[in-house]
């Protein structure tokens, strides 16, 4: 097994919602390097399917990337919150949806290169509609599609967050919709 050992640590930021750190590490076989490694808590996110197949998306904007993006509701996990407890608290703050079927698909990592943070995926189901409440600062335009839309903008380029492409695929090869 290829491990690489961690001589130090020294954090450069700490803020929020992540941390910057550069580890210094020894390699297999002796060799020094380097690792930038941003701390970050882990997030959920839910694609929530009406009874009738068509989903919610939002469109929000995206200060790094200076532009809105169409994605599914989503948020970070607050400490201490398991990732369903975290799933249906974004769902309805987001959406204003609360959900009788909550169905786990996993975790996974969204930069394994220098991200610790990990997404927690859901299908939600039985939706019970309720009055959005999003964070303080957080501005969404909540959308409905088609799952075969959503799948086609997912191929086509047109949804580019990553977590929102593989929840959507992800759902379609389960036969989800």
Known sequence: ???E??????????????????????CPGGRLSTREVCEHCDGVAILPIDSDGTITLVRQFRYPFGKELLEVPAGKMDEGEDHLTCGLRELSEETGYS????????????????????????I?????KGMAH?????????????????????D??????????????????????
């Open 99 to 122: 959900a009788d079927e909550m169905t786990y698909l996993g975790a996974y990592y969204l930069s394994p290169g220098c991200y610790t943070e990990r997404i927690h995926l859901y």
């Open 1 to 3: 097994m290829n491990k």
């Open 134 to 154: 999003p964070d303080e600062g957080e501005i969404l335009n909540v959308e409905k599609y088609s799952f075969r839309e959503a799948v086609r903008m997912c």
């Open 5 to 26: 050992k961690t001589l130090s640590s020294e954090y450069f930021f700490k803020g929020e919602i992540m941390n910057l750190r550069v580890d210094k590490v020894e």
């Open 124 to 128: 939600a189901k039985g939706l019970h």
């Open 156 to 177: 086509d380029g047109e949804i580019k967050d990553a977590k929102t492409v593989m929840l959507i695929l992800r759902a379609a090869r389960q036969g989800e919709c």
